[in-house]
């Protein structure tokens, strides 16, 4: 029997406007400890205009990505669709769940009930009068249709649709009509809301959530090994009434034929469940196999995933080479490998120790300058959320909040940290308090002092080095449009790529000695902190382009992880701020940047 698991989650948000619109991105499951086969479809919808907009969806939509990928689901995010592109992307992504094991839809946004009925709310709906919604909204029946037709074992809808919806207010409705329809579950479908038919799903604002309440729960309770759905929301129900005071009570309705895990235990295996008045043959219990043939697919710059199933990585590169695409290669191991656009190679004008040279270079760019010649990798711009997103986990401090949406332009950032051999060969003197050598990076230097080195250093070189904005550093350590979303600069394992307290021996280290993170980049966890050009100022939840900073005041930010100070500080996203004459410091150092050409 066919298992649908319908799951409703109801959240209520205020304005946030800006936000990128059509996008699409797939993301591949971190890991997965079972041999089935997983997908999920992400909706977030915020930028519904003036007076209609949502603040906490992106964040809801963004955490789900998060825990789905950890639980080996291949995660297609689609952002601010209006109802052409949602219905285009859905489509594809239907073509993809065929046969699959496991297949999640995942909406947060608004959604309305017309006539019994259940429709989901894309941007750019004009929706007048109840006969405009079936025409320019997503039916919930519609969904649920196109999952059943592709034969995948278990289904399930994922709706955080606002409660309290602004689009109904001009309508001949009475004021008690709010939120979603109830649905009559058949046989082998389970529906849960996050509150109660006609009533209101309480915004996770009110208790400093950046999540609705139910989703804030749902998050951390779905990842508990070895707890069956019916554990997850019986469990997530107590804490949403707990925190809402009664104010709020989920609610469920209908009954699966097995039990169904998101993270199976070790003795876990799906078993017969009653159906009320209608017996049902006995159900073998389904035993996963052990082990699974590997294999790569790809998807390409246009979210387009290969037909093709490769034994070896390299035969899915060859085949993305032959037909010019770029993108990504996944296995269902949960690997990921970048492949990057074509270029052809081109020649740079290098100058080092008063020489010309010539180098052959392809992606990640690199550019050397100065005579002691500064590598710097060039950094497409892009749009990224900055601050403390869901890989930070429960690290982050109040001046990490709130999470918001930035885009950067192109630009150059240094490949290492300055070293005290660069420092020397423009300024004749080395400031550091740890001194082991030309390679090793500068430190106790002043927001001012860098000003000075990099004045002369443009004066020498004719070019316009600069610090980096701290937009630019995070996008950059966060690994650019290649992240993979670590909670580092590079890796989730913090030895891998930084040093820092529990493994430097209470030193910086030659530059370059850890692995670098997916722009190529080196360092940017840890060694030395690293001022960034901007004055001291806290973050706004608007979205900002190419964002510099506060305009006045006698604190400058720095970034980055040091040898001194313990792994929370290592992280992405993680920030401070000193007086720019303190120099006193020989865990702060810094980096180049270069506006794009």
Known sequence: MKNILFIVLLSVSCLSFGQTRNLKTVKAPVENQTAEKRRAVVIGMNDYGEGRSLNNTLNDANDMVDVLTRLGFEVTLLMNNDLRNLETNLAAWYNTIERNDMAIFYFAGHGVEVGGSNFLIPINAELNSEPDVRYNALSVNKVLDNMDFKQVRFKLLILDACRDNPFTRGWNRSNNEKGLAHINAPIGTLIAFAAA??????????????????????????????????????????????????????????????????????????????????????????????????????????????????????????????????????????????????????????????????????????????????????????????????????????????????????????????TQGQWKAIMGTNPSGIRKGDNYPVEKVSWNDVQEFIRRLNVQTGNNYRLPTEAEWEFAARGGNRSQGYMYSGSNNVNDVAWYNDNSGRSTHSVGLKHSNELGIYDMSGNVMEWCNDRKGKYSSSSKIDPTGALSGNRHIFRGGSWAYNKRHARVSHRYYDKFERRKNDYLGFRLAHSSK
């Not at 469920?252 to 209608?278: H, S």
């Not at 190679?345 to 010649?373: A, M, R």
């Not at 403390?388 to 918001?404: F, L, M, R, V, W």
């Open 197 to 418: 038919p006609g009533a209101v799903a309480h915004d996770g604002g009110t208790y400093n959530l950046q999540n609705g309440v139910f989703t804030h729960f749902l998050k951390q309770e779905i990842l508990t090994e070895g707890a069956s759905i019916d554990d997850i929301l019986n469990r997530v129900a107590g804490d949403v009434i707990r925190l809402t005071n009664n104010q709020q009570a989920p609610y469920k309705t209908g009954i699966l034929t097995e039990n169904f895990y998101f993270k199976p235990g070790k003795n876990d295996r799906p078993v017969e469940v009653a159906v009320i008045d209608k017996p049902v043959e006995p159900v073998k219990p389904t035993v996963q196999p052990t082990t699974t043939e590997k294999y790569y697919y790809y998807i390409d710059q246009n979210g387009n995933e290969s037909q093709n199933r490769f034994d070896d990585r390299k035969d899915a590169e060859s085949e993305m080479r032959n037909r010019m695409l770029f993108g990504r290669i996944y296995s269902n191991a949960g690997e990921v490998f970048v492949v990057d656009k074509p270029v052809e190679p081109i020649t740079t004008s290098v100058l080092q120790t008063e020489q010309t040279k010539t180098v052959s270079i392809s992606e990640p760019i690199v550019e050397i300058w100065n005579p002691d010649g500064i590598e710097m990798v060039f950094v497409e711009g892009g749009t990224f959320m900055m601050g403390c997103t869901a890989e930070q986990g429960n690290d982050c401090i109040d001046y990490e909040y709130p999470s918001h949406q930035v885009t950067v332009s192109d630009f150059y950032i240094g490949r290492y940290e300055v």
